[in-house]
Nanobody
Framework: QLTLVESGGGLVQPGGSLRLSCAAS????????IGWFRQAPGKEREQVSC????????SYAVPVKDRFSISRDNAKNLVFLQMNSLKPEDTGVYYC??????????????????WGKGTLVIVSS
């Protein structure tokens, strides 16, 4: 069993920054892959970034590459998503999710095993 809790969302102006946090508790070592996903109003959920906590390997969706950065603090079971140069189209609910396999879930798009409840990010002037 794994529990994920996101925090750090809020309202920010275009061009601003936010840092999201994902706190994991439970059998965290069994689920090394942590992904950040987002869902904008009226749109499907999409993967934003993903990290393999065992070695730091990471990936990014094209729209956020060079603006977002994913990192982890394994000692505290935290994964962060630093979001810079935010745009209105980054608005949405951001979820973190965990999986057993970084390659299967993050790269091949397989299912994630556990999900948090999300944190809302609004980019607006």
């Amino acid at each position: 069993q794994l529990t994920l809790v996101e925090s750090g969302g809020g309202l920010v102006q275009p061009g601003g920054s936010l840092r999201l946090s994902c706190a994991a508790s439970g059998f965290t070592t069994n689920y090394p892959a942590i992904g950040w996903f987002r869902q904008a109003p009226g749109k499907e959920r999409e993967q934003v970034s993903c990290i393999d906590r065992s070695d730091g390997t990471s990936s990014y969706a094209v729209p956020v590459k060079d603006r977002f950065s994913i990192s982890r603090d394994n000692a505290k079971n935290l994964v962060f998503l630093q979001m810079n140069s935010l745009k209105p189209e980054d608005t949405g609910v951001y979820y973190c999710a965990a999986a057993r396999s970084y390659f299967s879930s993050c790269i091949l798009g397989g299912d994630m095993d556990y999900w948090g409840k999300g944190t809302l990010v609004i980019v607006s002037s």
